[in-house]
């Protein structure tokens, strides 16, 4: 079946270090691969869509790169704030444009 | 402006009731979605609505869900014969569709969290 997966073990950094955050997909290549921020009680949030033929992509301090070879995304958040503490969703888009999340990764950012 | 919104924030029901949950989308928003999440996961899709037809409803577990969309902005989705199981957030998110759907931003509501006692 095709999958989307996010390392499930919540991720804990120190103020100012960067934060990766891992999304693997197989049995498909998507064209989109979309990252959301989550905070508790509430909906999530488009942070950022890169497309199979970008490489790289950029906003701010978040920085999502796209390997069609090993079949996974990296998102990244430099220079980290407690700010950035949440859970972060990796989703691929389908034609119609319902998404299908990985189980997230929580972020914790320690000051 | 208004962003999606959501009601109730929380329903407690018992086993067996029937409830109906409420999104008001963004104005304008042609595509609206219901996802629904567990604690611990991310939101799985349950039907997706372009205008006032259900245009994906593959998500929807079985025939005790139910949504509707009449007049092409609030919805309603409905379950029957609640069970223990159906306890999650429901989110709802609508979108523009301004470039065809798959790379369109989704907006959330912040959810109702449905408990069945």
């Known amino acids: 079946s095709q999958k989307i997966e996010q390392n499930s073990e919540a991720l804990n950094i120190q103020e100012g270090k960067t934060a990766t955050l891992t999304c693997n997909y197989t049995n498909y290549s998507p064209a989109y691969l979309q990252w959301y921020r989550q905070d508790p009680g509430r909906g999530p949030v488009f942070l950022l869509l890169i497309r199979e033929n970008e490489k790289e992509k950029r906003k701010e301090r978040l920085k999502v790169t796209f390997d069609t070879t090993l079949k996974q995304s990296l998102f990244h958040i430099t220079a980290s704030q407690p700010a950035d503490s949440a859970t972060y969703l990796c989703?691929?888009?389908?034609?119609?444009?319902?998404?299908?999340f990985g189980q997230g990764t929580t972020l914790q950012v320690k000051p | 402006g208004a962003g999606v919104s959501q009601t109730p924030s929380n329903k407690v029901t018992e086993k067996g009731k029937y409830v109906e949950l409420r999104c008001d989308p963004i104005s304008g928003h042609t595509a609206l979605y219901w996802y629904r999440q567990s604690l611990g996961q991310g939101p799985e899709f349950l039907i997706y609505?372009?205008?006032?037809?259900?245009?994906?409803d593959s998500g929807l577990p079985n025939d005790r869900f139910f949504a509707v969309r009449p007049e092409g902005s609030v919805s309603t989705l409905k379950i029957q014969r609640t069970e223990r199981g159906d306890s999650a957030v429901y989110l709802c998110a609508s979108s523009g569709l301004t470039s065809g759907g798959s790379t369109d931003t989704q907006y959330f509501g912040p959810g109702t969290r449905l408990t069945v006692l």
């Open positions: 989703a691929r888009s389908s034609n119609t444009g319902k998404l299908i």
């Open positions: 609505f372009q205008g006032t037809g259900a245009a994906d």
